[in-house]
């Protein structure tokens, strides 16, 4: 392993920590009584207190210093002066440990007293400090010149996603996501609870990947040799469940499906779903239109949230349109009916990628997901979906052809979607065979027959009305974050390239065109400074390891940074 100057030198440091007898890692307990914010908020002038946290500045000043504890709830100022800290005539702890030894992330814990500087900022005089855990690595810390201007931030997104840990050290405001995204799922917990309504859990390995239209990932159980798929939902499980009895339950599940991954999909997400019985598709937008007024309320404390450039009311009530009616208002196009056939010719019209595997459903759902959904951006219930859309939802109760379903959009995108359950054994048996046609024609999203929530429903399932929440997409939008992967700790991610360790020919070639980017050739090799052979081989080895490439520009010969 290469390590840089400043992880080799906090490992000289980590010795020397040893050498003077301090575990750098103690495994005690620290008595930690109170917390940065705790002091702040409840200051008493010279309270005892015991903190732990992350040392993220100091400012020695000889034999005293100011420096900063991050804990969980925030900063706070610690001082820093030797002979309080050293009392008698050993110095050591203050001079050799605190002064040479410590560094900017080091996981500390002190007892002091609080106090007030003079230019009035809570404080805590240190009286005694421990080491609780030496960080090896340096943090990527934001610097801040004379004029205020901030440099050095640690905000590339893939180093961001991919090392969560540092982001949350470093960036508070992302911390502050993910105490919010709590606060929203704990606002969902606490309506269906005082509703009366069960949490329960249901099966992640299912032998039938059912309940949603979606690409499964699968593995193989040893044990059994059988099959199993990682569900895509957990809808058949729960509407089990209200065929045994239960009147009301819900979950929150993460699912997975094994698709394309883009700022609104992550192949494992989190849904909430809940079914109640005796209800219908109505009563489920009522009750939608409550939930999230109180989960707007209770996260950010009004029922307006910004969201990008739009202001995002949640208050009831919302519009209710139906599919095909917007789809009529925003394409120009009358649906209705329309044969596969003369619909994937409309599709095709409209600019749409089309293909054989494609029926009437889908068709229809690309139309309007291309062509109509971006238009809601204030919450709207877009209602009665075409049965060929809707395997799991009962027959429209006026008009046979529909469904009675409904979608809710908000920013121009699916938040929700609902149905009154389909509980009519032979017509899910009817609706399943459909779509075993449609996985036939090639379409690898089409469902499962899961034989065994027939015969569930052939014992009789109540009427009743299901809905599924996409809980990363509430919590983006009560975010004001664009990219779902703000809002997951640790979304999906490629494999991480590994370092190339390169010769000190090649290291010297690279150092010069990582700054430039791109430069001639000649110019380059001059720069380096290298023989001719050495030149010849480093230029070589970049190529080989993918860092950079030559191109022909004229007559010169460009080599360039790859990306």
Not at 457 to 472: K, R
């Amino acid at each position: 392993m290469q390590l840089s100057e400043q992880e080799v030198i906090r490992r000289e440091k980590l010795t020397k920590l040893r050498e003077l007898g301090i575990d750098p890692y103690p495994a005690a307990l620290y008595p930690v009584n109170n917390t940065s914010k705790g002091v702040k908020d409840h200051y008493e002038e010279g309270k005892k207190v015991v903190l732990s946290g992350r040392l993220m500045s100091r400012r020695i000043q000889g034999k005293a210093s100011f420096a900063e504890l991050q804990d969980s709830e925030g900063r706070i100022q610690v001082y820093f002066n030797r002979d309080e800290i050293c009392t008698g005539d050993d110095k050591t702890l203050y001079n050799e440990v605190y002064k040479k030894l410590l560094d900017i992330g080091d996981i500390i814990g002190i007892e002091g007293e609080a106090f007030t500087t003079q230019v009035g900022e809570k404080t805590v005089m240190v009286k005694n400090f421990s080491l609780l855990s030496k960080s090896l690595r340096p943090l990527p810390l934001p610097k801040v010149d004379a004029e205020g201007k901030v440099y050095d931030e640690f905000n590339d997104p893939e180093l961001r996603y991919r090392q969560r840990y540092v982001d949350l050290v470093v960036n508070p405001s992302v911390k502050k996501n993910f105490i919010k995204r709590t606060k929203i799922t704990n606002s969902i917990r606490q309506f269906f609870n005082e509703a009366g309504y069960l949490e329960v859990e249901t099966p992640i390995l299912q032998p039938i990947p059912g309940g949603a239209a979606a690409r499964p990932f699968m593995t193989h159980h040893n044990a059994l040799n059988m099959p199993l798929y990682l569900r895509v939902a957990n809808e058949l499980y729960l509407k089990r469940l209200i065929v045994g009895g239960f009147d009301a339950v819900y979950e929150f599940a993460k699912d997975f499906r094994n698709e394309g991954m883009d700022r609104t999909h992550n192949p494992e997400f989190t849904v909430m779903e809940l079914y109640v019985a005796y209800k219908d598709y109505h009563w489920m937008m009522d009750m939608t239109e409550r939930l999230l007024e109180k989960v707007a309320l209770d996260s950010n404390g009004a029922t307006k949230v910004q969201v990008g450039k739009n202001e995002i009311e949640f208050k009831a009530p919302y519009p209710r349109v139906p599919i095909l009616e917007a789809i009529k208002t925003h394409t120009g196009y009358d649906v209705a009916g329309m044969p596969e056939a003369e619909l994937r010719e409309v599709a095709k019209k409209l600019g749409l990628e089309v293909d054989e595997t494609m029926g009437i459903g889908k068709l229809i759902d690309e139309i309007f997901g291309e062509k109509c959904e971006h238009f809601y951006i204030q919450p709207t219930f877009i209602t009665d979906y075409p049965k060929e859309m809707s395997p799991l939802t009962k027959e429209h109760r006026d008009n046979p052809a529909l469904t009675e379903r409904f979608e809710l959009m908000v920013n121009g995108k699916e938040l929700a979607n609902a149905y009154s359950e389909l509980n009519d054994p032979i017509d899910q048996r009817e609706r399943f065979e459909d779509q075993l046609q449609l996985s036939e024609k090639g379409d690898d999203e089409a469902m499962f027959i899961d034989q065994d929530f027939l015969r569930a429903l052939e014992y009789g399932m109540p009427p009743t009305s299901g809905i599924g929440i996409g809980i990363d997409r509430l919590v983006m939008l009560m975010t004001n974050n664009a990219s779902i992967q703000e809002v997951l700790f640790f979304p999906q991610m490629r494999p991480e390239k590994k370092p190339v360790d390169l010769s000190e020919n090649e290291k010297a070639i690279f150092d010069i065109i990582k700054k430039e980017k791109r430069m001639p050739l000649e110019a380059l090799k001059a720069a380096s400074e290298l023989s001719n052979k050495a030149w010849d081989k480093g230029i070589k080895g970049l190529a080989k390891h993918g860092l950079t490439n030559v191109i022909k520009d004229g007559d010169a010969l460009i080599c360039e940074l790859k990306a």
